[in-house]
Nanobody, 124 residues
Framework: QVQLDESGGGLVQAGGSLRVSCAASGRTFSIYTMAWFREAPGKERVFVAAITPSGGSTYYTDSVKGRFTISRDNAKNTAYLQMNSLKPEDTAVYYC?????????????????WGQGTQVTVSS
């Protein structure tokens, strides 16, 4: 098992930047594909970005391509989501998730481990 703990959320103005982090503990972090999902008020939890265990490949939903960057530091057991050019529609609770597979998935049900979430609010 792996335990996930997000941090770094907050309030930012439109056009600003924020980085959220996901610290992992438990089993070897480097075997997990890591992903970020977000859940806006009244909406379903949706895929944002993912990174393979080695960090060699990354994937993004279209709405964040060119603005968000997912990364990981396996030595620190931490994954990151750097968010630039933030828009009010990016407002959501951001969750990190892990799956013990080499490949990513956009389906939330394919991830066995979840953090508690961190709120990101973008004001206009």
């Amino acid at each position: 098992q792996v335990q996930l703990d997000e941090s770094g959320g907050g309030l930012v103005q439109a056009g600003g930047s924020l980085r959220v982090s996901c610290a992992a503990s438990g089993r070897t972090f480097s075997i997990y594909t890591m992903a970020w999902f977000r859940e806006a008020p009244g909406k379903e939890r949706v895929f944002v970005a993912a990174i393979t265990p080695s960090g060699g490949s990354t994937y993004y939903t279209d709405s964040v391509k060119g603005r968000f960057t997912i990364s990981r530091d396996n030595a620190k057991n931490t994954a990151y989501l750097q968010m630039n050019s933030l828009k009010p529609e990016d407002t959501a609770v951001y969750y990190c998730a892990a799956r013990s597979k080499v490949w990513y998935s956009v389906n939330r049900y394919d991830y066995a481990y979840w953090g508690q979430g961190t709120q990101v609010t973008v004001s206009s």
